[in-house]
């Protein structure tokens, strides 16, 4: 594919903005071992550090392999050594989450000779056992320098000094065997060198970028890569995709399975027939190859999107215009996009890659400007976000992508950073806690039960009292036999997720209490390392007079709004009650509709009832609900 120099550098920004300085005023052991690699092997120190943070965003992940068999700060390879600790295969639901790796070692295109993994040529160009490479992450760094040394002399081109002659080598280093995806690569890196970044690493070293806006990639060596440009690309597939992102096309079939059944999507006209709403973030909970079995099979489920983890390569399914059966909410589905993300929400670091933030924030801002969807958190919804549609779906809804996905980062990448717009002391706050040092512990990622490893989290759990000895904030629809919610990795019953906004019921010194399932729920909100922000907006509450109002799972239209031969959904609020008194968030207002999944051939589009009923989408617990505008009154949060 070959890529412009100018559209080489259409990517979304860092979460961390233009730093002024070139290096941190204290230099962590880490920063000092990119500098003296970088020096050793006469490597840019900026392309080393833009690479490794594209890679694993300076982690070492406990020198566990991340899917595609990748170790250490550098994310070299080596699926031996991968494969022989990973004596499971990955795609159990509910039980252990042992690491699985996909296929896409680096191969003799990258200049490395067959048979070698990039490791253990990492380990021979420096002299040392392979597996110091992954454990000992300045051996890591040192390895990485002297293999994109290597790479950049096999390429004839010299050491130099200007980051934008090895753009080709950076590309090469990726090991994609898809032109597309090395240039994505090589091109995020770039991007990272110009915008600068700075985090903590997950063994809480510092370390920084600073921003050089200046540095271009060596045009001759892009158009070296003989690469078809995206946007041809995305044609030549009809794929629904943002010129910066090469999609490819594998559809999801409308056909009939079974005597009058058809599947796997329902034909429509979006946006003429049904307003698109919501983007729905999933991860696939099964292996990449597997899903992509399911989606073609019509009897199965579908999305709209799939994006692979080690290198974000994106796939479509089904158009924009139709109808995914994704959400297991068909009100949701009926005005939503599913993008589907490969990985299993207790792995988020083999599985939640760089590349697949980027790929997916890229392809998110294009939906949502396309289709006029806000980027906030009642928009942009986690599939745990969505409302089971009546009271008997509930426990049975799912929680991906769960407390690992990092939505302060990910909107950073929409260009949509999440931030406090009111003081300390405002009505209603917006969940943002530090994604790195907010380490809520949870049970279940490798066996019921077994403490997961501390990480950092989007998640703040949720008490009856402001204590942590206090019980947990019960989810009588998700436990309708009375069971207690529990700190599993799979039980969303007592947490909020970052961005997500709540109204204050009450604070006590160190602790916030908000409203909750109809309840007062209490996190920790110290004001030295606060779990949630002042925000501005709109709430809703019962009307003067009414002690309680019904909370529903979707937005049906009145009755009368029904045509003859299309049965009437009757209404079905949820197990909750939202009191007199009580507020919650709501970002905007619905009308009432009904999509009609008539099973009809593929050329006939199905039936939206639209009525007039008008709702309010209010953020209700940790999945978004409606009420009846009747029923409640809208008031502005005050500071």
Same mark, same amino acid.
């Given at each position: 594919?070959?890529?412009?120099?100018?559209?080489?550098?259409?990517?979304?920004?860092?979460?961390?903005?233009?730093? =002024?300085?070139?290096?941190?005023?204290?230099?962590?052991?880490?920063?000092?071992?990119?500098?003296?690699? =970088?020096?050793?092997?006469?490597?840019?120190?900026?392309?080393?550090?833009?690479?490794?943070?594209?890679?694993?965003?300076?982690?070492?992940?406990?020198?566990? @392999?991340?899917?595609?068999?990748?170790?250490?700060?550098?994310?070299?390879?080596?699926?031996?050594?991968?494969?022989?600790? #990973?004596?499971?295969?990955?795609?159990?639901?509910?039980?252990?989450?042992?690491?699985?790796?996909?296929?896409?070692?680096?191969?003799?295109?990258? !200049?490395?000779?067959?048979?070698?993994?990039?490791? *253990?040529? $990492?380990?021979?160009?420096?002299?040392?056992?392979?597996?110091?490479?992954?454990?000992?992450?300045? *051996?890591?760094?040192?390895?990485?320098? $002297?293999?994109?040394?290597?790479?950049?002399?096999?390429?004839?081109?010299?050491?130099? /000094?200007?980051?934008?002659?090895?753009?080709?080598?950076?590309?090469?280093?990726?090991?994609?065997?898809?032109?597309? /995806?090395?240039?994505?690569?090589?091109?995020?890196?770039?991007?990272?060198?110009?915008?600068?970044?700075?985090?903590?690493?997950?063994?809480?070293?510092?370390?920084?970028?600073?921003?050089? @806006?200046?540095?271009? @990639?060596?045009?001759?060596?892009?158009?070296?890569?003989?690469?078809?440009?995206?946007?041809?690309?995305?044609?030549?597939?009809?794929?629904?995709?943002?010129?910066?992102?090469?999609?490819?096309?594998?559809?999801?079939?409308?056909?009939?399975?079974?005597?009058?059944?058809?599947?796997?999507?329902?034909?429509?006209?979006? &946006?003429?027939?049904?307003?698109?709403?919501?983007?729905?973030?999933?991860?696939?909970?099964?292996?990449?190859?597997?899903?992509?079995?399911?989606?073609?099979?019509?009897?199965?489920?579908?999305?709209?999107?799939?994006?692979?983890?080690?290198?974000?390569?994106?796939?479509?399914?089904?158009?924009?215009?139709?109808?995914?059966?994704?959400? !297991?909410?068909?009100?949701?589905? $009926?005005?939503?996009?599913?993008?589907?993300?490969?990985?299993?929400?207790?792995? @988020?670091?083999?599985?939640?890659?760089?590349?697949?933030?980027?790929?997916?924030?890229?392809?998110?801002?294009?939906?949502?400007?396309?289709?006029?969807?806000?980027?906030?958190?009642?928009?942009?919804?986690?599939?745990?976000?969505?409302?089971?549609?009546?009271?008997?779906?509930?426990?049975?809804?799912?929680?991906?992508?769960?407390?690992?996905?990092?939505?302060?980062?990910?909107?950073?990448?929409?260009?949509?950073?999440?931030?406090?717009?009111?003081?300390?002391?405002?009505?209603?706050?917006?969940?943002? &806690?530090?994604?790195?040092?907010?380490?809520?512990?949870?049970?279940?990622?490798? /066996?019921?039960?077994?403490?997961?490893?501390?990480?950092?989290?989007?998640?703040?759990?949720?008490?009856?009292?402001?204590?942590?000895?206090?019980?947990?904030?019960?989810?009588?629809?998700?436990?309708?036999?009375?069971?207690?919610?529990?700190?599993?990795?799979?039980?969303?019953? #007592?947490?909020?997720?970052?961005?997500?906004?709540?109204?204050?019921?009450?604070?006590?010194?160190?602790?916030?209490?908000?409203?909750?399932? !109809?309840?007062?729920?209490?996190?920790?909100?110290?004001?030295?390392?606060?779990?949630?922000?002042? $925000?501005?907006?709109?709430?809703?509450?019962?009307?003067?007079?009414?002690?309680?109002?019904?909370?529903?799972?979707?937005?049906?239209? *009145?009755?009368?709004?029904?045509?003859?031969?299309?049965?009437?959904?009757?209404?079905?609020?949820?197990?909750?009650?939202?009191?007199?008194?009580?507020?919650?968030?709501?970002?905007?207002?619905?009308?009432?509709?009904?999509?009609?999944?008539?099973?009809?051939?593929?050329?006939?589009?199905?039936?939206?009832?639209?009525?007039?009923?008008?709702?309010?989408?209010?953020?209700?617990?940790?999945?978004?609900?409606?009420?009846?505008?009747?029923?409640?009154?809208?008031?502005?949060?005050?500071?």
């Amino acid at each position: 594919m070959h890529v412009t120099a100018s559209a080489a550098l259409l990517v979304p920004l860092l979460s961390a903005g233009p730093l =002024a300085g070139t290096q941190a005023a204290s230099e962590s052991r880490l920063q000092r071992a990119f500098a003296d690699a =970088a020096a050793e092997y006469r490597v840019p120190q900026s392309v080393l550090l833009g690479m490794s943070y594209m890679a694993s965003r300076w982690d070492a992940h406990a020198g566990a @392999p991340s899917v595609s068999a990748g170790y250490g700060p550098m994310h070299l390879t080596d699926a031996r050594a991968a494969l022989a600790g #990973s004596p499971h295969d990955g795609t159990t639901h509910d039980a252990a989450r042992p690491v699985t790796v996909a296929s896409g070692a680096p191969t003799a295109k990258s !200049g490395l000779p067959k048979g070698l993994t990039t490791l *253990e040529r $990492a380990a021979e160009l420096i002299d040392i056992p392979a597996s110091r490479l992954r454990t000992d992450a300045a *051996e890591n760094v040192r390895g990485g320098a $002297a293999l994109l040394a290597a790479t950049q002399r096999h390429l004839g081109r010299p050491l130099s /000094a200007d980051p934008g002659d090895w753009w080709g080598a950076v590309a090469r280093f990726s090991g994609s065997d898809d032109s597309g /995806a090395a240039a994505a690569y090589a091109n995020n890196v770039f991007e990272v060198i110009r915008k600068g970044a700075r985090r903590t690493t997950d063994t809480g070293q510092q370390v920084s970028l600073g921003a050089s @806006p200046g540095v271009r @990639p060596d045009a001759e060596q892009v158009k070296a890569l003989r690469l078809e440009a995206n946007a041809r690309n995305n044609a030549k597939h009809g794929v629904e995709c943002p010129e910066t992102l090469a999609c490819d096309w594998i559809p999801a079939p409308h056909k009939e399975f079974a005597e009058g059944r058809f599947g796997n999507h329902d034909v429509a006209n979006r &946006p003429l027939d049904q307003k698109i709403q919501y983007i729905i973030i999933h991860d696939t909970e099964a292996l990449g190859e597997s899903m992509i079995k399911t989606v073609q099979d019509p009897a199965e489920v579908s999305w709209h999107y799939t994006i692979r983890s080690r290198d974000g390569h994106t796939i479509q399914h089904v158009k924009t215009k139709d109808v995914g059966w994704h959400s !297991g909410n068909q009100f949701v589905n $009926a005005k939503s996009i599913g993008i589907e993300h490969e990985g299993f929400l207790a792995q @988020p670091d083999t599985w939640y890659t760089e590349q697949m933030y980027r790929s997916s924030a890229r392809l998110v801002q294009y939906l949502a400007k396309k289709y006029d969807i806000p980027l906030d958190r009642q928009h942009i919804l986690g599939h745990d976000n969505v409302p089971g549609p009546v009271a008997s779906t509930i426990p049975d809804m799912h929680q991906d992508p769960g407390p690992y996905w990092n939505w302060r980062h990910y909107f950073a990448l929409l260009g949509a950073p999440l931030r406090a717009t009111a003081g300390t002391n405002s009505d209603l706050v917006t969940v943002l &806690p530090d994604f790195a040092t907010n380490r809520t512990p949870y049970t279940g990622c490798t /066996a019921d039960g077994k403490p997961c490893a501390p990480h950092g989290s989007s998640a703040v759990r949720l008490y009856t009292e402001p204590s942590e000895d206090a019980p947990l904030v019960q989810d009588s629809g998700r436990h309708p036999d009375g069971e207690d919610s529990t700190t599993g990795v799979y039980d969303i019953g #007592s947490r909020v997720s970052t961005g997500q906004q709540y109204a204050v019921a009450e604070r006590r010194g160190d602790w916030t209490a908000i409203w909750y399932l !109809g309840q007062k729920a209490w996190f920790r909100n110290p004001s030295s390392r606060p779990t949630a922000v002042g $925000a501005v907006g709109l709430m809703v509450t019962p009307k003067p007079g009414l002690t309680d109002v019904p909370v529903f799972g979707r937005a049906n239209p *009145e009755e009368s709004a029904y045509p003859a031969d299309i049965d009437v959904q009757s209404d079905s609020p949820l197990p909750y009650e939202l009191l007199a008194g009580q507020r919650y968030v709501t970002q905007g207002s619905t009308t009432g509709a009904y999509f009609d999944p008539s099973n009809l051939d593929s050329t006939s589009p199905d039936r939206f009832v639209k009525g007039d009923n008008l709702y309010y989408e209010i953020q209700f617990g940790h999945r978004v609900a409606f009420v009846r505008a009747t029923d409640v009154d809208v008031v502005r949060a005050g500071t």
